[in-house]
């Protein structure tokens, strides 16, 4: 079987990184795996890569090869991830249609991209979905987003696999009357558990910021869907009542600037530290006191593995795995996105009670049974590949 996958994320281009190990992993469970990065790189990210204009790509593995179709706007991309997709299968030694499987990270851009390509090539079509598109959050958020879900009820019925990475998931797809050529094919993020819980702290927190007594840690991209707002107006509540309580924010993006002001506006800068991304926040995980979910919606919810993992309790969002592997108000705390009453309340009760934080940790760690090691999951992504040849 020979893949080629389509794909946003830039990291794939770093030396060292965990996207690029990743893939490099995949690389291990099919004939050739040929990657394509979609998008306007960094300078950095250009040199590090050959241009498609003289369709070469990067060997990152014995089998693995990795192109780019890098563009200022994202039609111009669009068209050159179409042009460099099709000169890839039809370079890479004999064309053998029945052979090969295009998979794409989303049912949006990327999924255009890779269903024209399995379209012009008669190769198989695996869509992956990792975000909950169907919430209702989802289509409020941007006039993009609302294209993207009429380009998703276009694309999913013609793929012969979709991949999901909850049930959350799936459930949305079965009550949107959604038509699928298969049953959706559920494969959780991969995330290494037994590492997070190995690894040993060098960040304390506490010790990083004397000034506060409790720490609450939140990691995500500051973008409108993580709801970040909705952290900073129950920590301005909170404050009230725990004078010695914080609320460390790690991440970046296009509300920070937005988020920072409405600290400001809050008075709350002795209250709410923000820090820029981190590739690994097993540290910050570990010596917090407890780690906050605010996002309207998620597929997912990969830090709150990693928090569970790191022993840190949780207060979440109704997103992603909660419902289904984590249980509601069990081994998390769940409020509504919506709702500040609950969130205050709940942060309250994490900060007077030791012996709930404690309990909480240790159902949700039980929780964590589910998930697989490393050659689990990628026996079952192969299987999830194979599905597509029916």
């Not at 914080?246 to 296009?254: A, D, H, N, P, Q």
């Not at 709702?339 to 942060?347: T, Y």
């Amino acid at each position: 079987m020979k893949v080629l996958m389509i794909s946003t994320d830039k990291n794939i281009l770093e030396e060292g990184s965990v996207v690029r190990e990743r893939m490099v992993s995949y690389g291990t469970i099919c004939d050739e795996l040929y990657i394509l990065v979609v998008g306007k790189l960094k300078v950095e990210s250009r040199k590090s890569v050959n241009s498609h204009e003289d369709n070469k790509g990067i060997k990152i593995g014995e089998n693995i090869f990795v192109y780019t179709a890098n563009a200022s706007f994202k039609l111009s991309s669009l068209y050159k991830a179409y042009s460099v997709g099709t000169s890839v299968l039809s370079k890479s030694h004999k064309l053998e249609a029945e052979s090969w499987l295009i998979t794409a990270q989303d049912p949006f851009e990327t999924g255009f991209i890779a269903w024209c390509i399995s379209k012009k090539t008669k190769s198989k079509l695996q869509l992956q979905i990792h975000t909950d598109f169907l919430s209702p959050y989802f289509s409020r958020e941007s006039f993009l987003n609302k294209i993207r879900i009429i380009i998703a009820k276009f694309l999913l019925p013609k793929a012969d696999g979709v991949r999901v990475v909850s049930e959350r998931i799936t459930s949305s797809l079965k009550a949107n009357n959604y038509k699928l050529k298969a049953v959706p094919f559920v494969l959780p993020i991969f995330v290494d558990i037994e590492k997070i819980r190995k690894a040993i702290p060098t960040v304390d927190l506490h010790k990083k910021y004397p000034q506060f007594d409790f720490i609450f840690l939140m990691a995500s991209r500051l973008t409108r869907e993580k709801n970040i707002e909705m952290a900073i107006d129950a920590m301005k509540e909170v404050s009230k009542k725990y004078l010695k309580v914080g609320l460390i924010i790690v991440g970046s993006g296009s509300e920070e600037q937005k988020l920072k002001l409405k600290v400001k506006n809050h008075e709350l800068g002795v209250s709410v530290i923000f820090e820029p991304w981190q590739s690994d926040l097993t540290s910050y995980y570990k010596t917090a006191d407890a780690f906050l979910l605010t996002s309207k919606y998620e597929g997912f919810g990969m830090t709150l593995v990693e928090a569970i993992a790191s022993d840190c309790p949780v207060i979440s969002s109704d997103v992603g795995i909660v419902g289904n592997i984590l249980i509601k108000n069990e081994d998390v705390l769940v409020c509504s996105s919506e709702d500040i009453n609950c969130f205050v309340g709940n942060m309250g009760r994490f900060i007077e009670h030791k012996d709930v934080r404690k309990e909480f940790t240790m159902r949700a760690q039980t929780a964590l049974g589910v998930f697989r090691g490393k050659d689990d999951y990628l026996n079952r992504m192969k299987e999830s590949w194979e599905v597509c040849f029916g």
